[in-house]
Every structure is written in structure tokens, then in C-alpha cells.
């Protein structure tokens, strides 16, 4: 009798077996004909960087894509809601224009910081002036007064504007070294002269206000043919502005040169006071096990220099369009499975940490998150985020993701916890399993990370297409699995610069008042 109650456990097992992997390689080989027949990556990223565009926390255009993410949801069949948890200090940007007057007239290529006071509908033309150098802060604060009524000029003047991969390919070594050395020298100088003055990044332009300067003019280069980083503004009453590198270091010749350079600024935009700010929350419910949770993550904001297409627009069509794919092919997972699309990332982790905050029963009941934010190219990493069972879970999801695919991806396992960088860490911290999905370069760091330049023409849709199907297998198999993600945390290494063992790392409140 044991014999045969064995026997019929073990035909049971293999008919289970057999009937779920004939399941998955329906549900894979359907993923995989939706995402490459009716893919809608490229209408939803049309209306959400074309139409809408940047999305810098406090703005109306943050709002706007809240509401149009929860509509595209509702439209889906998929349960969604905007979940209020902080505010944030309202701006509206406006219309930027920059002009040189003199020595001669020519438009210049920049923009007001997030942030930046208006110079009204008139705007402010100015003489423009450069940093001084001194001997000590004694000698700059003697210079202060000069500044009335003047631009300053707070960045230093790059001596090329060519990436070094352009130099190493057309230059000859000679020459290619003699620039390194000498901008190396000409960084240290300058280094050490903002050390003299006494003041930082962030505490200068407010110095400069209080001695009466009407603009600050800063140039930003993010190493990469007309590419800069943009970011916010902190003064009170003064715009700024960055220029592009080309029309900065031109204006700074010819201060330089004694040609007494002025321009005019009109940068109107419009202080909104305290808004409310939220993260778009949709969820596919559960039919097993609905107090279990597959979570896709991404943050919804970006900074507003240009479109956030990649940082983190990409990251945010490919969990819209997983979640679509899902409940169109899987709409009754045996796990809930839901999306967040998250506030004020870029102002420290402020909306997934609020959620985590907010949500221990969710955070407490994470099967696994799976997060992406770095870029528009095809997920070529994943890490096991320091949990030292991932290596017995994360290989069996992805054995059912196509081979074309994973072939690609490098695992490491158990790997380390993410301290900060994007929202995965927020979940890391309260020891729920999450993973962060990281993707091939594209020359993100220079050209699209915080630049001007991050525009919907750089998004390479082939590989969100592949970062699509894998999302979606994942979650699938994640949701599927009979077993539950082990939480155990692996014994972390010693820190080599301390000689202690690394801390996992610790839960951190968000910032829910920002910038009032």
C-alpha cells in the first residue's frame, strides 16, 4: 500500500510538473508574440516624454503623468490609484531665453535651473565677470562688492570640448597626453582656488546674491559633445542659468580678453507653493496567494533639462507595458502583482521609501522587486542584492526566459545590498528581495544621465522590447514559484578601508516637505 501511495504521489508530481511547464512555455511563447506584434512602447513613450515631458517633482507635469499613467491603467482593466505621501515645493518652468548683446548679438543654447527665481517678463541683461583668483577668503570677500549689479560666471573654463574618446582616436599620443596634463593642472589650480574662497557649489551662488549679483551663469559639462548635467537651483531672488559648454567658454574668453561681454536672460517661471506629491500605485490582485507580491519598480521622475526619456522614462515604459502584457495574458497570477511608479527619486529615494514606510504589510510579503534604472539599453546584469538563498530562485525564473535573452546576462550571486542609487535599496533596507535589472550603457553617464540630451530619439526600443519579455517571465515565474524568496541575508564581507564587515543597510524615512 505504501508502495503504491508513493507511486501515485510521484505520477501526480510529474503530471504537475509537466502540465506547469507546458503552462509557462505557452505563457512565454505568448509574452514574447505580444511584445513583438503589438508592442506599445513607442505610443507610450510618445505621450509620456513627447506630450507630457519632464517630470520634476512639485510640477504640473509631474501631475500630469500621474493621472495619465493611472488613466492608461484603468484603460488596461488594472486597479490603480495616485497615493499621496508628502509635498513638495511647486514651480512651473517657463519660457528660457538667453542672448549675448554684446560685442555682438547671438542666441546662446541653455536653461534656468529647477527651481530658479524668474527674471520676470522683462528679464535681466547684464554685464558678465568671472571668479577671481585670490590669495585667501579675506581677499574674495574684499571682491564681493563688485559683483553689483553684474552676471557671475561660477564655472571653470574646459580647455577642450572634446570627449576624451575623441581625442584618443584622432590624436596623436603626444598630443592626447600634453591635453590631459594640462587640463589636469588647470583643474587643480582651480580646485585649490575655490578651496581659497572659502565657499561651495551650494553656498556660493547665495553668497553672490547677498553681494548683489542679478544672475549666476553656470556651465555644467557632462564630458560629451554638447552635453551638460542640469540640475536645481538655490538661490532666492536671482536666476540661474547653464550654458552649454560652447557658449560658456566663448563668454569666458571674453571676459578674459577685456571685451566687457553682456547678455540678456528672460527665464520666467512661477513659484506654486506646497503641492502634493505622490506615487502611482496599479496592481494585478492575487487568486492564490493575494497577500504575496511580485512588485515592478520604477521612478517616475526626472530632472527637467530634457525629457527624462532615459532616467528613467525607459524604466518606466517597460513596467507599463509588463503590467499590460500581464493582464491581457495572465490576468489571474497566483501572486498579487504590482507596480510602483515612484515620486522624487532623484531627490533621495523620497517616494519608494515613503511606500516601504508606509506599506510593512506589503514590504513584509514581497516575494521579489524587480527594479530598472539606468538607461535605454538591454538588461546585461543581475545581482542577487545580498540575500544568500537568490542564487536558488532567481536562476530557476530565468531557466523559462528565452535564450536569445539571457545569454546576455551575467548573474552574481549572492552579490551585495544596495545602499542607495535607485529604489530597489529602499526595499533592501526593510529585507524584502529586490533586484535591480541593470542594463548596457549607451553612453548614459555622459549623454543621457541628468543632461539636456535625454530625449525620446535615444531610446533604443529593441532593447526595451528585450527588457520587456524578461520583466514580464520574471514576474510570471516569481508569482508561480510553489516556494517563498528566502530572506536570509548573506554574512557580509570586511571593508577593506576600515577592516570591519560592511553593514546591511538600514531603512531611512524620506523627505516629505521638500524644498518648502
Partial sequence: MKKAYLLLALHLFCFTHASFTQTTDKIVSQIVSEVYGNSQLETLGHELLDVIGPRLVGTPQMQQAHDWALTKYTNWGIAAKNEQ????????????????????????????????????????????????????????????????????????????????????????????????????VQENVWSKNMQRIGYNRLSLPLALEKAGAVGIVSSYWSKGFGANKIFGANTDKIPIIDLELEDYTMLYRLVEHGNHPKIKILAESKELGAVPTFNTIAEIKGSEKPDEYVILSAHFDSWDGGTGATDNGTGTLVMMETMRILKKLYPNPKRTILVGHWGSEEQGLNGSRAYVEDHPEIVGQVQAVFNQDNGTGRVVQISGGGFAKSYDYIPRWLSAVPDEITQHIETTFPGMPAGGGSDNASFIAAGAPAFFLSSLNWSYWNYTWHTNRDTYDKIVFDDLKNNVILTAILTYMASEDPETASREKRILPVDPKIGEEFIWPAPRSPERKGGL
Fill in 85 to 184: 505621501w508628502g509635498q513638495w515645493r511647486g514651480w512651473e518652468r517657463g519660457i528660457t531665453h538667453i542672448d549675448m548683446v554684446s560685442p555682438r548679438i547671438q542666441t546662446l543654447k541653455g536653461t534656468q535651473l529647477a527651481w530658479s527665481p524668474s527674471t520676470g517678463r522683462k528679464g535681466i541683461t547684464a554685464e558678465l565677470t568671472v571668479l577671481p583668483t585670490v590669495a585667501d577668503s579675506a581677499e574674495f570677500n574684499k571682491w564681493l562688492p563688485s559683483v553689483k549689479g553684474k552676471m557671475v560666471m561660477i564655472s571653470m573654463k574646459e580647455p577642450t570640448g572634446r570627449p576624451d574618446y575623441n581625442w584618443e582616436e584622432f590624436a596623436t599620443p603626444e598630443s592626447y597626453d600634453k591635453m590631459k596634463k594640462n587640463r589636469e
